[in-house]
């Protein structure tokens, strides 16, 4: 059974930096690109952004370009969202996730079919 735990989220000041991880059990990480989305009540689910299956390749959403990294340890089986410069619209609850298959890398929530249980980031003005 594949499972994803995030964690690191907690509460900022405006400005502050927050790295976020997930570890990942039960799958073969190393040849699984890994997205990251964010929600907050009553908005869909935000492709915040991706790190392919080897880590030399991220894609972003536009609301993280600029500010947020992506950085993924194949031996640890973990992927990293490390974020600068949080600002009070990053408010929101965080998740990792895995697509259906290895290698394909998705933008849209529909296209993850495995989800950590989130974390929250609450930044404060």
């Known amino acids: 059974q594949v499972q994803l735990v995030e964690s690191g989220g907690g509460l900022v000041q405006a400005g502050d930096s927050l790295r976020l991880s997930c570890t990942a059990s039960g799958l073969n990480f190393s040849n699984y690109a890994m997205g990251w989305f964010r929600q907050v009540p009553g908005r869909e689910r935000e492709f915040v952004g991706a790190?392919?299956?080897?880590?030399?390749?991220?894609y972003y959403g536009h609301s993280a370009k600029d500010r947020f990294t992506f950085f993924k340890d194949n031996g640890k089986n973990t992927v990293y969202l490390q974020m600068n410069n949080l600002q009070p619209d990053d408010t929101a609850v965080y998740y990792c996730?895995?697509?259906?298959?290895?290698?394909?890398?998705?933008?849209?929530?529909?296209?993850?079919?495995?989800w950590g249980q989130g974390t929250q980031v609450t930044v404060s003005s």
């Open positions: 996730a895995a697509p259906p298959g290895p290698r394909s890398v998705g933008y849209t929530w529909p296209e993850y079919d495995v």
């Open positions: 790190i392919s299956w080897s880590g030399e390749i991220t």
